[in-house]
DNA sequence: CGGTTAGGGGTTTTT
DNA sequence: CCCCTAACCG
């Protein structure tokens, strides 16, 4: 049994009475374990699995505590266990009450918030301050729902009380985004748990007890959700020094005042530690030591056997780091699954993947932004999002940009035009329009007389539109109406398709994305000169088509589009590619371990990010980035820095966390100036 | 004059 | 690779 293999304290805190429970449990102190454990015990008591709810920091994290559950109990008993993020949970039970929920990724809602943004006149307010940009003031509304619960005017001046002459614009912009927002039927991952808690508090949940993992990074929206449920009792794990979503509104108060807000509640404290060596946890202690202290801690070592010193790599350029990074990798005997490049800015990853590829070693990164990021998914993506949710506009603004001569305005009006002609049904418009004539424009331009015109398109397609009103648009071109008429095509051929993988093979096989992969593959494999080289061409496709391809295999586990598209907005970066080396960010390594990792890029100023700092982050959580950052690593762990960037010529000064890590000794820091 | 497109500069972290 | 700016096109 799963409790068989806890040591005292991690059995104690699996064994505790229902009630308020607080777990801290430090890096590598057995806490998944102890979740397991915990749950094994309820379920051995007779709680009713579906009375059991596991909120996790990420799915995958979900998925291994249910893995290792089903060693212990039936399938069908741990199935009926809820367990996920807690947005996850969240989608899950509103997609349950048929709630009409068609997630957008946060950058669309960036843009979208952007475009309100600039319907603003800010230079009309009195005053030396300059307004915050639509990306800033975006971020802040965003932090705001995480952060709290009272007004966003009252939340906001209270920092930034020098904005008080724009916060009548900022309030507008923020409520033209919230009902533009409905009216495109978009929902953000905020809302999705806004709306949750509304969920929750008009039809009541019964759970027994709610288990929260990783509740240092809970923020003030997540614990409320928690509250709202008012669960029979809590059983809450963290650790105050991993704590590094304070960028996300992460409220370490969750924990410190843990005991004051829940009367009568315990705190159980892990202490030992099984998965670093010795001299890897000194170190991390030396560091973390210079933040305030929260719950008094004291680790103890639990792993036994050899013991390898940190070791401290000093190089001269940042590429050179990277170069001997890689090397080093080369040569070990560590199972590369089982190394970890961890960075603290994604921009490091680069510099890492081009070495290691250089050398032939295998490497795989968080997918999120090599996969859905690339234009070839998106599309996908776009298209597939405007067949679930026909007012969205973005997705169709994004497929028609790709017709040649086409922008923004112009397939905005090309919308509106077909919505027009669906009698404010775009699929209607496209597929069946009921109105012919063309809707007043802002453009004084008229090309008429497109059609007829024999240059113009194969026959059948010339069919197809002769009958499509849109032809008749003053913006219709030859181009842009063949780019239209392979549109329709396509779209017609999925008119009754309901199964999300059969689309997504139409749509990569169809005639409108193998014009859009040749636009994208033409344009990778150009050269400085302007030359397209033609073997390039074809392994950009190739790359393409792979791409494609993984899309396609996604898609396959899913019945429903809009669960497809949901899902991959949902967890679509959980998913790792390929084999090898783990090249992670720190927050990205969180909760993994390896055997060996290298911290890299440790200079001042992007480890710890000061730009960041200067943005109201602070020191101690980077402190505490560094803190998790070599607390993944089981045996080896290297730290790395250089002290120059040939490519944007900036000298560089090592992390202070190096001397914290006493890897170095003060009398250097002084050596070590700006030139 | 509005819109498109090409070219140069810059990049935080996540559900 | 994405965003912004400036030149270009109709």
Same mark, same amino acid.
């Given at each position: 049994?799963?409790?068989?293999?806890?040591?005292?304290?991690?059995?104690?805190?699996?064994?505790?009475?229902?009630?308020?429970?607080?777990?801290?449990?430090?890096?590598?102190?057995?806490?998944?374990?102890?979740?397991?454990?915990?749950?094994?015990?309820?379920?051995?008591?007779?709680?009713?699995?579906?009375?059991?709810?596991?909120?996790?920091?990420?799915?995958?994290?979900?998925?291994?505590?249910?893995?290792?559950?089903?060693?212990?109990?039936?399938?069908?008993?741990?199935?009926?266990?809820?367990?996920?993020?807690?947005?996850?949970?969240?989608?899950?039970?509103?997609?349950?009450?048929?709630?009409?929920?068609?997630?957008?990724?946060?950058?669309?809602?960036?843009?979208?918030?952007?475009?309100?943004?600039?319907?603003?006149? =800010?230079?009309?307010?009195?005053? $030396?301050?300059? !307004? %915050?940009?639509? /990306? +800033? #003031?975006?971020?802040?509304?965003?932090?705001?729902?995480?952060?709290?619960?009272?007004?966003?005017?009252?939340? =906001?001046?209270?920092?930034?009380? $020098?904005?008080? !002459? %724009?916060?009548? /614009? +900022? #309030?507008?912009?923020?409520?033209?985004?919230?009902?533009?927002?409905?009216?495109?039927?978009?929902?953000?991952?905020?809302?999705?748990?806004?709306?949750?808690?509304?969920?929750?508090?008009?039809?009541?949940?019964?759970?027994?007890?709610?288990?929260?993992?990783?509740?240092?990074?809970?923020?003030?929206?997540?614990?409320?959700?928690?509250?709202?449920?008012?669960?029979?009792?809590?059983?809450?794990?963290?650790?105050?020094?991993?704590?590094?979503?304070?960028?996300?509104?992460?409220?370490?108060?969750?924990?410190?005042?843990?005991?004051?807000?829940?009367?009568?509640?315990?705190?159980?404290?892990?202490?030992?530690?099984?998965?670093?060596?010795?001299?890897?946890?000194?170190?991390?202690?030396?560091?973390?030591?210079?933040?305030?202290?929260?719950?008094?801690?004291?680790?103890?070592?639990?792993?036994?056997?050899?013991?390898?010193?940190?070791?401290?790599?000093?190089?001269?350029?940042?590429?050179?780091?990277?170069?001997?990074?890689?090397?080093?990798?080369?040569?070990?005997?560590?199972?590369?699954?089982?190394?970890?490049?961890?960075?603290?800015?994604?921009?490091?990853?680069?510099?890492?993947?081009?070495?290691?590829?250089?050398?032939?070693?295998?490497?795989?990164?968080?997918?999120?932004?090599?996969?859905?990021?690339?234009?070839?998914?998106?599309?996908?993506?776009?298209?597939?999002?405007?067949?679930?949710?026909?007012?969205?506009?973005?997705?169709?603004?994004?497929?028609?940009?790709?017709?040649?001569?086409?922008?923004?305005?112009?397939?905005?009006?090309?919308?509106?035009?077909?919505?027009?002609?669906?009698?404010?049904?775009?699929?209607?418009?496209?597929?069946?329009?009921?109105?012919?004539?063309?809707?007043?424009?802002?453009?004084?331009?008229?090309?008429?007389?497109?059609?007829?015109?024999?240059?113009?398109?194969?026959?059948?397609?010339?069919?197809?539109?002769?009958?499509?009103?849109?032809?008749?648009?003053?913006?219709?071109?030859?181009?842009?109406?063949?780019?239209?008429?392979?549109?329709?095509?396509?779209?017609?051929?999925?008119?009754?398709?309901?199964?999300?993988?059969?689309?997504?093979?139409?749509?990569?096989?169809?005639?409108?994305?193998?014009?859009?992969?040749?636009?994208?593959?033409?344009?990778?494999?150009?050269?400085?000169?302007?030359?397209?080289?033609?073997?390039?061409?074809?392994?950009?496709?190739?790359?393409?088509?792979?791409?494609?391809?993984?899309?396609?295999?996604?898609?396959?586990?899913?019945?429903?589009?809009?669960?497809?598209?949901?899902?991959?907005?949902?967890?679509?970066?959980?998913?790792?590619?390929?084999?090898?080396?783990?090249?992670?960010?720190?927050?990205?390594?969180?909760?993994?371990?390896?055997?060996?990792?290298?911290?890299?890029?440790?200079?001042?100023?992007?480890?710890?990010?000061?730009?960041?700092?200067?943005?109201?982050?602070?020191?101690?959580?980077?402190?505490?980035?560094?803190?998790?950052?070599?607390?993944?690593?089981?045996?080896?762990?290297?730290?790395?820095?250089?002290?120059?960037?040939?490519?944007?010529?900036?000298?560089?000064?090592?992390?202070?966390?190096?001397?914290?890590?006493?890897?170095?000794?003060?009398?250097?820091?002084?050596?070590?100036?700006?030139?």
């Amino acid at each position: 049994m799963a409790l068989n293999g806890l040591n005292a304290e991690q059995l104690q805190a699996a064994l505790a009475p229902i009630g308020h429970n607080l777990i801290i449990a430090s890096a590598g102190t057995g806490k998944t374990s102890t979740i397991v454990g915990r749950i094994t015990h309820l379920l051995r008591s007779g709680v009713e699995p579906n009375r059991i709810l596991l909120l996790t920091f990420t799915n995958k994290a979900a998925g291994e505590m249910i893995a290792r559950l089903e060693r212990y109990f039936p399938k069908d008993v741990v199935s009926k266990i809820e367990a996920g993020t807690f947005h996850a949970v969240g989608y899950r039970w509103l997609k349950a009450k048929n709630a009409n929920v068609i997630l957008k990724q946060p950058n669309e809602l960036k843009t979208l918030f952007k475009s309100i943004y600039e319907k603003y006149n =800010f230079s009309s307010a009195n005053t $030396d301050v300059s !307004p %915050f940009s639509a /990306l +800033y #003031l975006y971020d802040l509304y965003s932090l705001y729902q995480n952060a709290s619960l009272e007004l966003f005017e009252d939340w =906001f001046l209270e920092s930034y009380p $020098d904005h008080q !002459p %724009f916060i009548n /614009l +900022y #309030l507008a912009v923020i409520d033209g985004f919230e009902s533009e927002k409905i009216s495109y039927g978009f929902v953000s991952f905020n809302d999705l748990l806004l709306r949750t808690i509304d969920e929750v508090k008009t039809n009541p949940m019964d759970f027994y007890e709610i288990l929260v993992d990783e509740y240092q990074d809970t923020n003030t929206l997540q614990s409320s959700l928690v509250d709202a449920m008012n669960p029979n009792s809590l059983f809450c794990v963290g650790d105050y020094d991993q704590s590094i979503y304070a960028f996300n509104g992460a409220n370490i108060e969750n924990i410190s005042t843990f005991s004051t807000r829940y009367k009568g509640a315990s705190v159980f404290t892990l202490a030992t530690n099984y998965r670093s060596t010795a001299s890897i946890l000194s170190l991390a202690n030396r560091v973390i030591e210079h933040n305030p202290r929260i719950y008094p801690k004291q680790l103890k070592v639990g792993k036994e056997g050899k013991d390898l010193s940190p070791r401290l790599l000093a190089y001269h350029e940042l590429f050179e780091q990277y170069h001997a990074i890689a090397h080093s990798i080369k040569t070990s005997h560590i199972p590369s699954n089982d190394i970890a490049v961890i960075f603290r800015n994604n921009s490091s990853a680069d510099g890492v993947e081009a070495m290691l590829r250089e050398l032939g070693i295998p490497c795989k990164r968080k997918g999120g932004s090599s996969f859905f990021d690339a234009r070839e998914v998106k599309f996908l993506l776009d298209f597939l999002s405007l067949i679930a949710n026909q007012k969205d506009i973005m997705a169709f603004l994004h497929i028609f940009e790709y017709g040649r001569g086409v922008g923004a305005a112009t397939a905005k009006e090309f919308y509106q035009a077909l919505v027009h002609f669906g009698d404010g049904s775009f699929k209607r418009g496209l597929y069946a329009p009921i109105k012919t004539d063309i809707p007043k424009t802002t453009s004084h331009l008229t090309q008429a007389g497109l059609f007829g015109d024999e240059e113009l398109t194969p026959t059948n397609q010339k069919s197809l539109l002769a009958s499509h009103p849109i032809g008749r648009h003053p913006k219709a071109t030859p181009e842009n109406m063949e780019f239209f008429s392979s549109y329709l095509e396509l779209m017609k051929s999925l008119y009754d398709e309901k199964n999300p993988a059969k689309m997504v093979r139409k749509i990569v096989a169809s005639k409108l994305y193998s014009t859009i992969v040749d636009q994208l593959s033409t344009a990778r494999a150009r050269a400085k000169n302007g030359e397209v080289d033609s073997s390039n061409k074809t392994q950009a496709s190739e790359r393409i088509y792979q791409k494609a391809k993984l899309f396609l295999e996604l898609s396959s586990h899913y019945k429903e589009l809009i669960r497809f598209l949901n899902a991959m907005i949902l967890g679509g970066n959980e998913l790792t590619q390929g084999d090898g080396v783990n090249l992670l960010t720190v927050h990205a390594s969180k909760g993994l371990e390896f055997t060996e990792v290298y911290v890299v890029d440790l200079m001042e100023g992007r480890f710890p990010n000061t730009k960041l700092m200067s943005r109201g982050g602070d020191l101690d959580e980077e402190r505490r980035l560094f803190y998790v950052a070599v607390t993944r690593a089981k045996e080896k762990l290297y730290l790395s820095m250089a002290s120059y960037d040939k490519n944007k010529k900036i000298d560089f000064k090592p992390s202070c966390f190096l001397y914290e890590a006493r890897m170095l000794k003060g009398e250097e820091m002084k050596e070590t100036k700006e030139k």
